[in-house]
């Protein structure tokens, strides 16, 4: 599968690095390979074709310590993958500001990573959406609705269960 993506501010390389690891990571047990390029989404795209993914980045992914502390669990949308009626399109748009503020603070560079590996996360769940062509959620792991900020960067995963789902749909 082709993630096409695209920054508003392209964020440090080590961040998208950290980034791509973890999506792998994620994906890998669901045996699904990832290729990554950058590139603008096209105009116009028709549901059912998940085999290249449109990934944006909205505002600035850098792992600049606001100074506040992490915020709390939902309140801002991390992340969505599109919907238009009724289908999930091959399109998600990751709000970067959002998920950096998920990490807690850390020195410049643990906290580069840090962020890298939130968004491998976010992204995953949202791969997880698009793939299922479903708007639905897990009970467990990260597919649940609501990830708390210590999953983000911590050992959370897809659960055996999803990773099952999303090998049935994909093979
Ligand atoms: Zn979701």
């Known amino acids: 599968m082709e993630l096409v993506l695209s920054f508003e501010r392209p964020p440090a390389a080590q961040t998208v690095q950290a980034m791509r690891q973890e999506t792998e990571s994620q994906m890998s047990a669901a045996q699904i390979d990832l290729e990554w390029r950058k590139g603008k989404r096209p105009g116009k795209l028709s549901p059912g074709q998940a085999d290249r993914v449109y990934v944006s980045f909205r ?3 850098d792992a600049v310590d606001s100074g506040e502390d992490a915020l709390p669990v939902r ?3 991390l ?3 599109k919907v238009k009626d009724g289908h999930v399109l091959p ?3 990751v709000e970067c500001e959002n998920v950096a503020a998920m990490v807690a603070r850390a020195d ?3 906290r580069r990573h840090a962020v890298g590996i939130a968004l491998g996360k976010v992204l995953a769940h ?5 793939l299922l062509e479903s708007a639905g959620h897990s009970t467990r792991g990260l597919a649940k609705s609501a990830i708390e900020a210590h999953e983000l960067t911590g050992q959370s995963r897809l659960s055996e269960e999803d990773c099952e789902r999303l090998r049935r749909a994909r093979h």
Do not use: N, P
Request: charged share 25%; hydrophobic share 45%.
């Open 126 to 130: 949202e791969l997880y959406h698009v």
């Open 91 to 93: 399109i998600v748009e």
């Open 59 to 61: 505002g600035s992914c």
């Open 75 to 77: 309140t801002r949308r």
């Open 108 to 110: 410049f560079l643990k």
């Open 79 to 81: 992340a969505a993958a």
